[in-house]
């Protein structure tokens, strides 16, 4: 079970690394320009991305980010959000590369963002939603990328790819 977990925070990694060069490859009017996805554009999409994963780990470890909005924008800059993601994504492997079989079982307690009642949950399901959540808006911020860039500006981000090693 705990390999399930570490080949997930690795295909992150490695899912994030190449959407950031491709994200890089645009001109850089690109990161900001609004095409419609749910966070307008990239920057809105890979912020939103960073600010989910830091409220995430934040309940797996116990320490909250009370503080942080869905919406808000950590990082202006294609450069500095890079640094974070990257520090983010070693810090998600960290993590899961520390859980045993009892830690995955543990329930965690936390309140949402958004609303103020309390949700307990296995560790293991709200890690499958933090991977999952991530899958989800890195398909979005790949049409902005084939929507600003053509059809060959998104790299290919499939599981299987990253598990033959593509």
Same mark, same amino acid.
């Given at each position: 079970?705990?390999?399930?977990?570490?080949? %997930?925070?690795?295909?992150?990694?490695?899912?994030?690394?190449?959407?950031?060069?491709?994200?890089?490859?645009?001109?850089?009017?690109?990161?900001?320009?609004?095409?419609?996805? %749910? %966070?307008?554009?990239?920057?809105?999409?890979?912020?939103?991305?960073?600010?989910?994963?830091?409220?995430?780990?934040?309940?797996?470890?116990?320490?909250?980010?009370?503080?942080?909005?869905?919406?808000?924008?950590?990082?202006? +800059?294609?450069?500095?959000?890079?640094?974070?993601?990257?520090?983010?994504?070693?810090?998600?492997?960290?993590?899961?590369?520390?859980?045993?079989?009892? +830690?995955?079982?543990?329930?965690?307690?936390?309140?949402?963002?958004?609303?103020?009642?309390?949700?307990?949950?296995?560790?293991? %399901?709200?890690?499958?939603?933090?991977?999952?959540?991530?899958?989800?808006?890195?398909?979005?911020?790949?049409?902005?990328?084939?929507?600003?860039?053509?059809? +060959?500006?998104?790299?290919?981000?499939?599981?299987?790819?990253?598990?033959?090693?593509?």
């Amino acid at each position: 079970m705990m390999k399930r977990w570490i080949m %997930f925070g690795d295909y992150n990694t490695w899912a994030n690394r190449r959407l950031y060069a491709a994200v890089a490859a645009l001109p850089p009017t690109d990161f900001g320009r609004d095409g419609g996805a %749910f %966070f307008r554009s990239l920057r809105g999409t890979l912020n939103h991305i960073l600010v989910a994963d830091r409220i995430w780990l934040g309940r797996f470890e116990g320490e909250p980010a009370s503080d942080l909005k869905l919406d808000q924008i950590l990082h202006d +800059d294609l450069g500095d959000l890079t640094a974070a993601r990257e520090a983010e994504d070693e810090r998600l492997r960290a993590f899961v590369g520390g859980l045993d079989e009892k +830690d995955a079982e543990r329930t965690i307690v936390y309140r949402r963002q958004t609303s103020p009642e309390e949700i307990r949950q296995p560790l293991e %399901f709200a890690l499958a939603h933090l991977f999952n959540h991530q899958t989800h808006h890195r398909g979005q911020a790949h049409a902005l990328l084939t929507q600003f860039g053509g059809p +060959d500006a998104g790299p290919a981000l499939d599981l299987a790819f990253f598990q033959r090693g593509l």
